[in-house]
Each structure stands twice: as C-alpha cells, then as structure tokens.
C-alpha cells in the first residue's frame, strides 16, 4: 500500500512532518500522540485490516478451568491461548489490546521525564545476593542454572539492575533526578496462577524506578508518576480508585495502590463516599469506638456450650448479638540461633470482637511481631490454655500469654469468651473486675462498612477492585544494601534516594473485561479494544453495491484515522454479529442490500440495545460523534 493513499487528511493539514505520516498513518493510539516520533514504529502495521487476512479465533465453550468472566472471554474470543499453567500465548487479537495499553503508558511516562531502557529478563543472581533477596524470596523467584553451574533469577522486577545501572552511571547530584523505566517481560512462580492474564506466571508489566538526591526530591518523583498514573488510568476509560496501600518497613503514607472497580475483585478497597478517604484493607484504620467502656452488669458465669466452638453457634445459643462474643487467636513468635533453630518462643493471644477478622499486616507490625508470626501449634495451645481449640480465652491461662485487645474489644463490657474447658464459654466477662486490663491494646483487624472514616469525614464503604498498578516510595532500602552512590553538592557520598512505580500491562485488559463485559461478551473501551470499529457487510459476495459501500465505508473510517476492521470474511450475519460482540469491538457499522435501496447502513454501539439506522452520508460523521478517543 502507498503510504500517500492512507495518509489521514486531517494530519497532512495540522502537522507538516512527514516523516511522521509515512510511518503511522492511521493508528488511533498514534492519531492522540503524532508529535511523540518514537512512539510510531510499534504502530505503523496496525493500518489497514481485513478480516479474512487476520487471525479471528472465536469459540463458543469457554476451557473448563476458567474461573471468572475476564478468563471465560478472553479465551472464547481468541485473545489468549493457554500454554501452561499461567503461561499464555497473547494471540494476534490480544496483542493489539497489549499493545494499545503499552502505547498509552509508555506515552505518559515519556511525557512525565521517564527515560526508557530495557533490562535483562535473565539475571545473574549476583545482584539478587546484593540485597539478600536471592534467599530471602520465596518460591516466586524462579532460579535457573546456566551450563557451568552459576545462578540466574528471571526477573520478576527490577530494583537490583536499575541500581546497578545507576550506581555505574549517575555519580553527581548534577545528574538527578532520573527515572528509567521498561515495559518486559516479568516472571513469577505464582502459588496460584490463576484467572488468565490476571495472574498469570510470565506476564508483562511496566516497571519505572526514580532516583533522587534527597527524600524531598524523591516524595517529588513519588507524586509525578502518581499523577502519570491518574492520567494513564483516565486514559484506559475505566472505573478505577488509588487507594493508600501499606508501604511495609518503609512507613510513610507513600505507597498507593491503583484499583479497576470490579465485584469479582480479589482485593478490599475501602473508601468514605463522602470524603477523599480510600486505602486497601491492609491500611485502612479501625478507629475503635469513640466512647469509655461501659459499666459491668453481669456476673462472670460459666455457662455450658456444648459443640459451638465459633462464636457465630455461641452467640445462636445464648441468643445474643455476635458482637457481644470476642474470639481468641493464639500466634506465636520464635527466636532463632545463629543457625537459625528455634531457641524460645512466645505465645500470644489476640482478641476480637465476635464479628471483626484479625488483619494479620495489622499484626505483623505489633512490638515484638516485627520478625514475623506463625499460629500456634496444638501442643502450645494445649500447654498455655490447658484447652483445644474453640473454648479458649483470657481466664484460667494454665501459663502466661501476651494478650493484645483490639480497640473494640478493650472497651466492651459483659462479655463472652471461652472458658478454657471444653464445651464451655464465661459470660459477663469485664475487663479489670475479671482479669488484668490488656497489656496491649491495638488496632487488628479488618475494618468493616460503617466503621468511621480515619478522616473523620463519614463512614466507611467497601467495594471490590482488581490491583494494576502500584507506587511505592522505596527510600535507600536498595541503594544501601548495593551501596549505591552519588557525590552531594558537598562532595561527599550520599546514598540514592528510589521509588518504584509498576502497571500490570497483560492484567490490565482482563481487569477491563471484568468491569465491562455483558452475556454476549466483552464491551472494550475505546482506547483499548483491539479494534475500535468492525465494518459487516451482509452477502458482499453477492452484491456489488454492499462491497463497495463496505469498502467506501472502511476506507472513510481509516482515512478518519480510525482502527478498524472490514469483515470481508463472507460469514452468515448471526455468526458474524455473535463473533464481534464477543470480541467486544465498540462500533459496528453493517451494510446491507435492502437498507443500501434506502440510502441507510445501520449502526449499533456495543452497548446499545438495538442498532440504529443512519444515512449513507452521514455514517462517517455518526461513527466518528460517538468515539471517545
Ligand atoms: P499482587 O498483590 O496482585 O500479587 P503485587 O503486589 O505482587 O500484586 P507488584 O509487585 O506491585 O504486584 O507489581 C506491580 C503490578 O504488576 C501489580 O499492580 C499488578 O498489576 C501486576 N502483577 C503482579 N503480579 C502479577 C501476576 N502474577 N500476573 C499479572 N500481573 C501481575
Ligand atoms: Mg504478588
């Protein structure tokens, strides 16, 4: 094809840069962004499409082990194709969704003063031993040998070799900030691959370190990519929330997590719908009640409760409110030798609210709980309680525990609890009268909707979202441990201030299917579908006036720099309806021989209920009115 015949008139008039043109003629994604040069060779073959020279795979059963709808579709509408347990062939319908999410996100990080640069997928274990990560992960990392017996990792993220590169190339002040950034392939050995490209093993992600002189200029970093994100995120035309997430050793408030709002969300996110107020279950803070701790009015009582071991069949029994129960959980916390064998270790005993869970990252950042816990073992809890499980609680200890209360819990009175004895729970338990006030008392758990807003601004909501993207303020955490440094204006060292910044590429469109799909199949969003508009032309075998007016149509679409698709495949209208509406293509323009007699092609958005008759004439101007992008 002449790259004169498809250039887009609009352009020729707006830019004279014709170098741009004869590279990218028509892509939607490049029609945004014409002045961004780079961006243009990724996109130049996505011009001109037609269904019988593409790869249209549709199927009508889902594979068996598809759990959720995001997998079911992405699958039966030939996206993806599984190779192995998470691990999947992105086929050429799906690549074109990949690659518009990587166009918009490398186009605002470009456009935020990110550099990209592109980091190994194999990588010598070395570094990894830098930072202790190489043991310290888990199973996820995936280790690998090569010939002579040296370790590698593959990558399931970069800290270690963009602190290495930078460690090597930025030696002054002068030189920062820098944020280096690449879009590649990450691996990690999921306990659970699941859901598709959701969680998948090999996936792709965008993953973008910054590198500051100093922790206000780092926090300065920390905010561009955090608005570059709001601007991507926009851009994708989703539903979705920054929430606070936890920022771990770290502190600070600057990590946040971005949310795509979806009921099949495997994360909380709690927010206050009348305030700004919005941060991840890990977070989000149990206030505790406002007001002092009521009176004791009930005498302690041992009271029979024989087979309810949970407080929900307790509460039943004795026909009271749930929340007048507290539930015991029994952790524990070791300490190792240099060996790393168990020397001592220490029981613990947390206390809940009948109705509240424990929040166990809550947990992990109690005094004495910073190494990490473990739930007790049956033989611990029968030495300190003198009990089984499911009749413990505060009194009658046969050996001292450290008891931590939840906030709502230190301030309840009346209540109940097990008895240390099978079969038995203590009513009319109080704090002070019945057994010492808490040693600890701290937040646990999990808030709950209608908890009070930390903000002090309402109350709490939750919905369910899906993570896909996340910021994170790093500090020297890695720049320390790879003495990583740069000369300060005083001459002297100083170690690198980072933050990371990651976007789950392939998770994104399964997190769009979630949120946007109906019975029929997938409904893309403009700016991400794999083709904007689908050109049906009905018997084009047929009749001559249909294939022209189809080509005349497909033609005028592209010129008009839209991504579209013409059906010339000859399908029967049923079969080629069903297979765009799975597909999930937002506009769809069909021609037939007995609306053509009328001067009238029909026009249906994807969400539309019922198509809708348009003028020859005035088609292009129809389709280009309802584009969002
Ligand atoms: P999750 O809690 O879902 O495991 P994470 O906290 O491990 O995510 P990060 O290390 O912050 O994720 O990675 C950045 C982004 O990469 C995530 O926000 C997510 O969108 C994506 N991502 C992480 N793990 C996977 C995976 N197994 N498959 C697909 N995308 C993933
Ligand atoms: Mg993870």
């Known amino acids: 094809q002449n790259d004169a015949d498809v250039r887009p008139k609009a352009f020729t008039v707006k830019h004279n840069q014709p170098q741009i043109f004869k590279l990218c003629p028509l892509c939607t994604v490049h029609r945004r962004s014409l002045l961004d040069v780079s961006l243009i060779p990724l996109f130049c073959e996505r011009a001109a499409m037609k269904a019988s020279q593409f790869l249209i795979s549709t199927l009508k059963e889902a594979p068996a082990d598809a759990e959720v709808v995001s997998h079911k579709l992405m699958t039966r509408a030939g996206l993806i194709k599984k190779l192995g347990a998470g691990i999947y062939n992105y086929m050429p319908m799906g690549l074109r969704v990949i690659r518009k999410v990587e166009a918009i996100v490398r186009e605002e990080m470009n456009r935020a003063g990110a550099i990209e640069m592109t980091m190994p997928v194999v990588q010598p274990a070395e570094l990894w031993q830098e930072t202790g990560r190489f043991d310290k992960m888990g199973p996820e990392l995936l280790r690998i040998k090569d010939r002579h017996g040296r370790d590698f990792v593959i990558q399931p993220t970069s800290e270690e070799v963009v602190t290495d590169v930078v460690r090597q190339e930025v030696r002054s002040y002068k030189q920062l900030p820098k944020n280096f950034y690449q879009i590649q392939t990450k691996f990690r050995d999921e306990r659970r691959p699941r859901f598709g490209l959701m969680r998948g093993r090999e996936f792709t992600m965008k993953d973008a370190y910054s590198f500051d002189r100093d922790m206000v200029s780092a926090k300065a970093s920390y905010q561009v990519m955090a608005g570059a994100y709001r601007k991507i995120f926009d851009r994708f035309g989703l539903t979705y929330r920054a929430v606070a997430a936890d920022s771990g050793a770290i502190g600070g408030d600057l990590s946040e997590e971005f949310q795509v709002i979806a009921a099949t969300g495997e994360d909380a996110i709690v927010y206050c719908p009348t305030s700004s107020y919005a941060a991840n279950m890990e977070k989000a803070e149990a206030l505790g009640p406002s007001q002092p701790r009521g009176v004791a009015t009930q005498a302690l009582t041992k009271t029979a409760t024989p087979g309810k071991s949970t407080c929900e069949d307790v509460a039943a029994l004795l026909n009271v409110p749930l929340s007048t129960t507290v539930k015991s959980l029994v952790l524990a916390t070791d300490t190792l030798d240099e060996q790393g064998e168990i020397v001592k270790s220490q029981v613990w005993l947390l206390l809940l609210r009948g109705d509240h869970d424990m929040n166990e990252v809550k947990v992990g950042k109690l005094p004495g709980m910073e190494g990490g ?15 089984k ?164 149509i497909y033609n005028g679409l592209l010129e008009a720099g839209v991504d579209v698709i013409l059906d010339d495949r000859g399908e029967r209208p049923g079969a080629m309806f069903a297979d765009w509406e799975l597909i999930g293509v937002p506009h769809r323009i069909t021609i037939g021989d007995k609306g053509l007699k009328d001067g009238l092609v029909e026009y249906q958005h994807r969400r539309d209920a019922e198509s809708s008759k348009v003028a020859v004439a005035e088609i292009l101007a129809h389709v280009k009115a309802r584009l969002s992008v």
């Open 389 to 552: 499980p499911g009749y413990l609680g505060p009194l009658n200890l046969k050996k001292s525990v450290h008891v931590v209360a939840d906030r709502d819990v230190a301030v309840m009175a009346d209540w109940i609890c097990g008895a240390n004895e099978a079969d038995f729970h203590i009513t009319g338990v109080n704090w002070g009268r019945d057994l010492p006030e808490p040693a600890l008392v701290a937040d646990i758990r999990n808030v709950v909707a209608g908890d009070k807003s930390p903000d002090g601004q309402g109350e709490l909501a939750i919905e369910r979202g899906i993570e896909v993207g996340h910021v994170f303020y790093l500090g020297t955490k890695y720049s320390k441990a790879m003495n990583a440094t740069f000369l300060g204006e005083d001459g002297k060292p100083q170690f690198l201030e980072m933050g990371c910044y990651g976007i789950g590429i392939t998770r994104l469109p399964a997190a769009a299917i979630e949120q946007n799909h109906d019975e029929r199949g997938i409904i893309w969003p403009d700016a991400i579908a794999p083709f904007t508009a689908v050109v049906c032309p009905i018997g084009m075998d047929r009749s001559e006036a249909v294939k022209a007016e189809a080509e005349r």
């Open 373 to 387: 816990f473990r739930f007790a073992t049956l033989s611990e809890i029968e030495d300190h309680f003198g009990c």
